[in-house]
């Protein structure tokens, strides 16, 4: 995403929330690919996957630091999203 620097307050509140409503998209196909995930897991431990979870902190950790963001935030955030959606998924789960 191109960062262009605000002429104005207005400005950059606009360009945040526009930021906002891509944010809120992005985490409703993340949740709708999560969710076609359930279907695929034969067991409730299946759901965690713990090496998979720690496989994408890597990965989102590496990214934070290339765009010069707190990795720290942004591993927050991750074990964050991944609490929800695994008590969503474990209350749509049948085996």
Do not use: C
């Not at 002429?7 to 606009?14: K, T, V």
């Not at 765009?67 to 720290?72: F, I, K, L, T």
């Amino acid at each position: 995403m191109e960062k262009i620097k605000a002429e104005s307050l207005q400005h950059a509140r606009h360009q945040i929330d526009a930021i906002d409503t891509a944010l809120v998209e992005l985490i409703a196909a993340r949740q709708f690919y999560v969710d076609q995930t359930t279907r695929f897991k034969k067991t409730e431990t299946d759901l965690q996957s713990p090496e998979r979870m720690e496989q994408i902190v890597e990965n989102v950790r590496a990214l934070a630091q290339k765009q010069g963001v707190d990795q720290e935030f942004i591993e927050h955030l991750y074990r964050e999203m991944f609490h929800y959606f695994i008590q969503r998924e474990l209350k749509e789960f049948r085996p």
